[in-house]
């Protein structure tokens, strides 16, 4: 061992002092200064980032029993918020002329609040009141040159070369052909097309999973699935983005609706100011608007438990539990709302925070009720709840200012009562295929797997039957 030699990395210590940019962390940058500095990726989710987190012993968490907190509670959050809202200021406090923050806003990636901070700061600089936002109370987004590097020019001639027909000139893709070509022969990474995505072989092209296995469906995911079984199958082995502000909201407003399932307008609100802090947003024009949204959710919540009570329907459950086996489908999930009929059927209602409803003809078919009623009527909730009195979307987070209750019929009153037990086989079935189709349609735009969808041109393939 003593006579192994180890490589050095000789370049830190003649770096050059001048000339160079550093690379570094907010901690490695304490205690420093330079003319310039760029905080780049201020994205929401990412800074702050509010998992919690402690040491390898837990000294924390040991401290936090000791003294009586909850580990887990909105105290140990605010905890973390502070600790980001510290580096954050180390970030932006270095630079003697001149601080650039960035973040970038598109369908699945918000900016983070923290950038208000900044925002804020800037504004005053210049004698205004507020930072400068369009009409619908966004920043108004800059136009960002790209970069100047080799993998960017790469990309770009490549982006050229493999652009849909009408998309280049013939001259441009021989063009773009012959600068890759002499990119890769100077051993540029990237440039060569034996080391592009899509030119090896399948390395396995059976089943997901084999026949007569059980298949596990989440009735949320079953429209998902039908929608789309490529998105399906992509953001279940994990392409998901981090949970944005709506997101965070949505799951906010349905611990506030299960722990008070009945309450009034003022107890929603009461609840919803002492669970606010959780979220660990700072203040500003974002959380503001996401706050003022959260208000007009439990006011529509509220208005529902009224519905409710004047109705006569009872509460039976709140988060109740769903694993029924379906044929060869497991059907596993969670009601929102279990609610009994006059009748003593079970109803199933689902809360939904999203601004989109479907439409009536969507609701008809509605994928996630149809498959729990189906699971009602096998018994899912009991023989005290037999049947199913049908199923109901309650549309808290739309545009409309009263809340939207929309009810799926019984099956049994369909015109084909067996849709939804037809929907869940079929379902199972194609979750355990060897082939998952890419189906284009309006929800493409907002898809957060488009990148890696063959049915568009910024995830197709770069090996076609054509050569290209």
């Known amino acids: 061992m003593q006579s192994a030699e180890v490589p050095e ?43 919690l987190r402690g040491s390898v012993l837990g000294a924390q968490a040991l401290v936090d029993v000791v003294e009586g907190r909850d580990a887990d509670g909105p105290g140990a959050r605010r905890a973390v918020l502070e600790d980001e809202l510290r580096l954050f200021h180390v970030a932006v406090s270095r630079a003697r002329d001149e601080l650039v923050v960035t973040a970038v806003r598109v369908d699945d990636e918000r ?36 970069a100047v590097s080799l993998p960017a020019l790469v990309a770009r001639l490549r982006q050229v070369l493999c652009a849909p027909p009408t998309a280049e000139t013939p001259e441009r893709r021989r063009s773009a052909a012959a600068h890759l070509a002499q990119l890769a022969a100077a051993g540029v990474p990237g440039a060569d097309p034996a080391d592009w995505y899509g030119v090896d072989d399948l390395t396995d092209d059976g089943p997901l999973r084999e026949d007569g296995e059980q298949v596990p469906v989440s009735p949320s995911r079953v429209e998902s699935f039908e929608r789309c079984g490529l998105r399906w199958l992509l953001e279940s082995s994990g392409a998901r983005p981090g ?13 506030i609706a299960a722990e008070a399932p009945e309450a009034d307008a003022a107890e929603l609100l009461r609840r919803l100011d002492l669970l606010w802090p959780t979220l660990g947003l700072a203040d500003g024009w974002v959380t503001s608007r996401l706050r003022a949204r959260a208000d007009q959710v439990l006011l529509k919540l509220a208005e529902y438990h009224r519905q409710v009570r004047t109705e006569g329907r009872v509460l039976v459950a709140v988060e109740q539990d769903v694993d029924v086996v379906v044929g060869r489908a497991r ?36 994928p996630q009720l149809g498959v729990y009623q189906l699971v009602a009527a096998e018994g899912a909730f009991g023989p005290e709840l037999a049947g199913t009195g049908g199923a109901a979307l309650v549309q808290l987070g739309s545009a409309t200012k009263k809340v939207g209750v929309q009810r799926q019929q019984p099956l049994e009153a369909d015109e084909d009562p067996r849709w939804a037990a ?37 995830g197709r393939s770069v090996c076609e039957e054509d050569g290209r």
């Open 243 to 255: 949970d944005s502000g709506a997101q965070s909201l949505g799951n906010l407003v349905h611990r």
């Open 331 to 366: 059907v596993r999930g969670r009601v929102d709302r279990l609610e009994r009929d006059a009748d003593g059927r079970a109803v199933v209602v689902d809360l939904k925070t999203g601004r989109t409803p479907p439409s009536r003809a969507e609701l008809a078919r509605h």
């Open 111 to 146: 900016p983070s609040a923290f950038l208000e901070l900044v925002g804020a700061v800037a504004a005053r600089e210049r004698g205004e009141e507020d930072a400068a936002v369009d009409e619908e109370g966004e920043r108004p987004l800059a136009q960002v040159p790209r």
């Open 422 to 458: 037809d929907l869940v086989a079929r379902t199972a079935e194609g979750m355990s295929a060897p082939v998952f189709e890419a189906v284009v349609g309006p929800h493409c735009s907002t898809c957060p797997v488009r990148a890696s969808c063959p049915a568009q041109d910024e």
């Open 9 to 51: 990395d000789t370049l830190a210590d003649r770096a050059p002092e001048t000339g160079a940019v550093t690379l570094t962390t907010p901690q490695g940058a304490v205690g420093r200064q330079w003319d310039v500095v760029v905080v780049a990726g201020v994205q929401e989710g990412v800074w702050p980032d509010l998992r």
